[in-house]
């Protein structure tokens, strides 16, 4: 089943204990990325990948990092979280983007940083 | 100004009638237009994309594009009570970017 799998789906963390969310995709899609959605603001893009080993900043990078080895994988790493990294987080893939190409998108993963 | 802006609503249909969504971008450069629909705690779903000035039709559901005028909506006929949710207006502009607004929530009275 073609799919994109994040995990964890839910986390409670202490602030400044670094914590890696994980994305997978079994689609071989080109494009990856990082949206954050809080309450009125809509899904805001933290990073994203055009293909393997090219990542570039969204809207909202300030505290995330990402990396991209390989083309299925696009972990989202927070070093040192805080209170403000509290929100509902959403990994989606598409096989490019242009013109008509959907993006998928994981489960969410909801992260608490008290 | 934000870059893809929607009516956050809430705004209320009874069942059966017509559901009208409506979104305004700001890069002329866009190429792409989607509309996705989010019910409460899951992920976003595609419902329909949109490149080309005018209409397309996909069931009760049609997006229109008018490029000239920034402007994309989602016209949902015979709604249900199931199309409640929030749609979100999502753009790829010329940065290559996926740009979402922050949604309308729509309910759909039975």
């Known amino acids: ?114 | 100004q934000k870059e893809v802006e929607q009516n956050s609503g809430p705004l209320s249909v009874p069942e059966g009638a017509i559901a009208s969504l409506n979104c305004t971008y700001s890069d002329r450069g866009s190429q792409s237009f989607f509309w996705y629909r989010q019910y409460s705690g899951k992920s976003p779903e595609l419902i329909m994309f949109i490149y080309s000035n005018g209409d397309k039709e996909d069931g009760r559901f049609t997006a229109q594009l008018n490029k000239a005028s920034q402007y994309v909506s989602l016209l949902i006929r015979d709604s249900q009570p199931s199309d409640s949710a929030t749609y979100l207006c999502a753009v790829t502009g010329s940065a290559r970017q996926l740009t979402f607004g922050s949604g309308t929530q729509l309910t759909v009275l039975p």
């Open chain 1, 1 to 114: 089943e073609a799919q994109v799998t994040q995990n964890p789906r839910y986390l409670i963390t202490v602030t400044g204990k670094k914590l890696t969310v994980t994305c997978s995709q079994n689609m071989n899609h080109e494009y990856m990325s990082w949206y954050r959605q809080d309450p009125g603001l809509g899904l805001r893009q933290i990073y994203y990948s055009m293909n393997v080993e090219v990542t570039d900043k969204g809207d909202v990078p300030e505290g995330y990092k990402v990396s991209r080895k390989e083309k299925r994988n696009f972990p989202l790493i927070l070093e040192s979280p805080s209170p403000n990294q509290t929100s509902l987080y959403f990994c989606a893939s598409s096989l490019r983007i242009g013109i008509g190409t959907e993006a998928f998108f994981g489960q969410g993963t909801r992260l608490t940083v008290v």
